[in-house]
């Protein structure tokens, strides 16, 4: 039942072949099993997840049930979920049980999904490799040695390994993409708004957005269907028309044109993974899509950019975290200043310090228009680089990370080195644009994503565009060895 | 741009974040590389370029000037650390 996608799933339950208690149940045995080796769940809420396959199976035995209904999904822990605890893979809120839901967890819920569980990130998403959780690292399912990328690593590995069909992430500069990449699964990152970041633990408020992660395209359009649209509670939330995005995989793809970026395949790129982008476009042209060269000129200081935006954004959002309302306290604090910085300095790890302590920076005085405003305008550039190129081609490809998957510790001590694994996808978030990483082969046996970006509100073509890749090719349908059974 | 381990305690302040005195150094040290690699960004004339806030460059949208929400003191002071007659409390502040 576990290799099952998202729609066969409740394509079975429909059929009545099984209920969603038997697989919910499924999902908790091969949880309960396997997940001690990879990591993927800092929390599982059994008791719950049964209640609701209950409710679930009641609903589809009257007649009512949704594309989700009684299927079972996980949440990353940055997702506020009533009475469970959401820690945001910190010690700051190990001790939070959210009195709400985020807006994403209601619209689940009220598809009638069932929540396994909170899924293991990097601390407030700030990391790539998933190394930086309080709960440990999640371990990559096709080679426990290496990470599963960040920081929707337990998001990706939980997918990977089939603990559960589907589940949720963040992407704030590529955390979706990037892990997906990593560990062979679909994930795609929407455009900038499109779904509600209401109850979603903000780290950069300007880039961060929702999306699905799962084994296919299809499976990511079901979920997506269910998690956009617009939330009056969001100030940035779109008030825009959610088309039906599985109504859209029927599109042909004769005459897509496809641009390819020079500057994604230069320095830096494994040959190996530039070579399978190269076979992915060739099957693309054999869907009848046409291949144009496009150039971003900016592109290369889109890391550069993010690290003074998301660190600027991350230390004013971080500074609710005080111990005063919520979350951890220190100690006998012998007054508030003491309260203040002991308890913070306790609650975070050393990255989120890092990236608070740059964002303080550049925001303190003096040093605003130098670095944050600077790195805004730099934005613009960037983001019109995509316009020009978008008034050429329908949609970009590329690789979704300069490697494969790489081993603990390899770039731990190394910041930069660790930024520029995802220089490929930062540039998307700063543009707010919606872009998805898809499975296209294998390299020393370890997955290559490649990345498809589209203009805004794209995501229906995007997913279309993938949908037909994988209809075409089995390199979604391959699971880790080991973790097939 | 180098910083030492003087800036990284005043920035550590401003950021109201103890960090461990044996750690300040190895901070300096990866802060100053990161403000070199962001140093790039002056290489990009951006005089006649209007910063970008939201990507649809859109307005933040405003509600009502009306209370919409419920009480819910009670359930949220559930999670502080210490609350005492519906207040939290922290450490003395005025002699």
Redesign the interface.
């Given at each position: 039942m576990h290799h099952k996608t998202i729609a066969e799933l409740a394509a079975g339950l429909e059929r009545k072949e099984f209920s969603s208690v038997e697989l919910t149940q499924a999902c908790l045995e091969r949880i309960e099993r396997l997940d001690a080796s990879l990591n993927c769940f800092i929390t599982i809420t059994a008791e719950t997840a049964l209640a609701q396959a209950r409710a679930a199976d009641l609903r589809i035995a009257q007649g009512d049930a949704a594309p989700l209904t009684g299927i079972p999904i996980a949440q990353k822990d940055i997702f506020c979920t009533r009475g469970v605890r959401t820690s945001c893979g910190s010690r700051m809120l190990d001790n939070?049980?959210s009195?709400y839901d985020a807006c994403v967890v209601e619209r689940f819920n009220a598809a009638g999904a069932v929540m396994l569980g909170k899924l293991n990130m990097d601390e407030f998403a700030m990391g790539s490799s998933n190394e930086t959780s309080f709960y440990g690292a999640v371990r990559n399912p096709w080679n426990t040695s290496t990470v599963p990328g960040g920081s929707s690593g337990g998001s990706a590995a939980a997918v990977a390994a089939r603990l559960t069909p589907g589940a949720t992430g963040t992407d704030t500069g590529g955390s979706i993409r990037q892990p997906a990449a990593f560990c062979g699964i679909t994930g795609i990152k929407p455009?900038?708004?499109r779904i509600s970041r209401w109850g979603m633990i903000a780290f950069a408020s300007?880039l961060d957005q929702a999306g699905p992660m799962a084994r296919t395209a299809e499976d990511c359009a079901i979920m997506l269907q269910a998690m956009a649209g617009f939330d009056?509670r969001d100030?940035?939330c779109?008030d825009r028309p959610v088309p039906d995005y599985r109504a859209a995989l029927g599109n042909s793809l004769e005459g897509l044109r496809i641009g390819l970026p020079k500057e994604f395949f230069g320095e830096g790129l494994d040959p190996a993974i530039a070579g399978l982008i190269q076979d992915a476009v060739d099957e693309y042209k054999q869907l009848g899509a046409t291949v144009k060269d496009v150039s971003l000129p900016?592109m290369?200081?889109s890391?550069?950019?993010y690290?003074?935006v998301a660190p600027a954004e991350c230390?004013s959002n971080l500074?609710r975290f005080?111990?005063?309302?919520?979350?951890h306290?220190c100690e006998n604090?012998?007054?508030?200043?003491?309260?203040?910085?002991?308890s913070?300095?306790?609650g975070?790890g050393?990255e989120v310090?890092?990236r608070?302590?740059?964002g303080?920076?550049a925001l303190?005085a003096g040093y605003y228009d130098a670095?944050y405003?600077?790195?805004?305008?730099?934005?613009?550039?960037i983001?019109e680089d995509f316009r020009r190129a978008f008034e050429e081609v329908d949609v970009i490809m590329g690789p979704t990370s300069p490697s494969v998957a790489f081993e603990f510790g390899a770039k731990s001590a190394d910041?930069?080195a660790m930024?520029l694994s995802d220089i490929y996808t930062i540039a998307v978030n700063l543009?707010?644009?919606p872009g998805m990483s898809i499975p296209v082969g294998f390299s020393n046996g370890l997955p290559v994503g490649m990345q498809i970006i589209g203009g805004?509100f794209s995501e229906d073509r995007l997913l279309n565009v993938a949908h037909r890749y994988q209809q075409a090719t089995d390199w979604h349908t391959r699971a880790p060895a080991g973790l097939a059974d | 741009m180098s910083l030492s381990a003087a800036e990284v305690n005043k920035i550590a302040w401003l950021a109201r974040l103890a960090i461990d005195d044996d750690k300040v150094e190895a901070y300096a040290r990866d802060l100053s590389q990161i403000l070199d690699f962001v140093e790039q960004l002056g290489s990009a004339d951006t005089s006649q370029v209007a910063p970008m806030a939201h990507p649809l460059d859109e307005a933040q949208r405003l509600r009502p000037d009306a209370v919409t929400e419920a009480d819910q003191r009670a359930l949220f002071q559930s999670q502080a650390p210490l609350v005492e007659a519906g207040l939290y409390l922290v450490p003395k502040v005025i002699e």
């Open positions: 939070f049980i009195p455009t900038y708004g300007s009056e100030s940035t779109v900016h290369h200081l890391a550069p950019a690290y003074v230390s500074a005080d111990g005063v309302r919520f979350g306290r604090p012998a007054d508030l200043a003491d309260l203040y910085t002991r913070r300095g306790e975070f050393a310090k890092r608070i302590l740059i303080t920076y303190s670095y405003l600077k790195a805004q305008k730099i934005r613009r550039l983001s910041p930069i930024y543009a707010g644009l805004y | -």
